[in-house]
């Protein structure tokens, strides 16, 4: 069935330096995506999100990017810092009339080198 | 305000035995998803609950049955347990159903020997 997925497994790097993180997703229905951190042990813990009418969406240290065209969705963190360890999900939804579940990508562990 | 809870945070069980599994929702939240994650993946969806009623379920067996309370809080049940249900049972709530945000609990970890 069409999913969620990821381009890169593990991503490492330097402390101060920016992350890009990637996500294709195949369901052109999906109107509505989500990233998540989920640290060791935890649950997933809400980023940022971003609906299909829109092409960015800025928080704190993190902008979400989405390109319709070739369905490609990223996640940008700035000046990334050791707490930044986790792995990142990303996660699409289908508005429908019955719900709002979540369908998850693989995930992307990033790594932050002191 | 409190998250999402779950309990209990860690359980052990042998196969064929029975497990409940539970969940409180954010204060306001009606609507609750329980998803199974197996470790090294994403979570996959079981079901979704909203105003009590099953909104969603997601392609697992009939061993898997879940239910909504009155006060929004949820069980998920899990018989005939098998190695492979072996997971970390998420749990998530929203306001409603129409593309609101999930806010993910802990977890239960859930060993199945």
């Known amino acids: 069935g069409e999913s969620v997925g990821l381009h890169l497994p593990t991503l490492s790097v330097q402390e101060g330096d920016n992350s890009i993180i990637n996500c294709a997703y195949s369901?052109?229905?999906?109107?509505?995506f989500i990233w998540y951190k989920q640290e060791s042990g935890k649950g997933p813990q809400f980023i940022i999100d971003?609906?299909?009418?829109?092409d960015k969406r800025q928080g704190q240290r993190v902008t979400v990017l989405l390109n319709k065209t070739v369905k490609h969705l990223s996640l940008q963190i700035a000046a990334t810092q050791p707490g930044d360890s986790a792995v990142y999900f990303c996660?699409?939804?289908?508005?429908?009339?019955?719900?709002?579940?979540?369908?998850f990508g693989g995930g992307t562990r990033l790594m932050v080198k002191p | 305000d409190a998250g999402v809870t779950q309990s209990p945070t860690h359980l052990i069980k042998t196969r064929g035995q029975q497990v409940t599994l539970r969940c409180s929702p954010i204060?306001?939240?009606?609507?609750v998803s329980w998803y199974q994650q197996v470790l090294g993946q994403g979570p996959q969806f079981i079901f979704q609950?909203?105003?009590?009623?099953?909104?969603g379920r997601g392609n697992f067996p009939d061993r898997f049955s879940a239910r909504q309370f009155p006060n929004y809080s949820s069980e998920l049940n899990v018989n005939a347990l098998l190695l492979g249900d072996s997971a970390l049972y998420l749990c998530a709530s929203s306001f409603d159903v129409y593309q609101e945000t999930q806010y993910f609990g802990p977890g239960t970890r859930l060993l199945v020997l």
């Open positions: 369901n052109s229905a999906s109107d509505y």
């Open positions: 996660a699409e939804i289908q508005a429908n009339n019955a719900g709002n579940m979540l369908t």
């Open positions: 204060s306001g939240h009606k609507s």
């Open positions: 971003i609906r299909s009418n829109m």
């Open positions: 609950y909203y105003e009590k009623e099953e909104r």
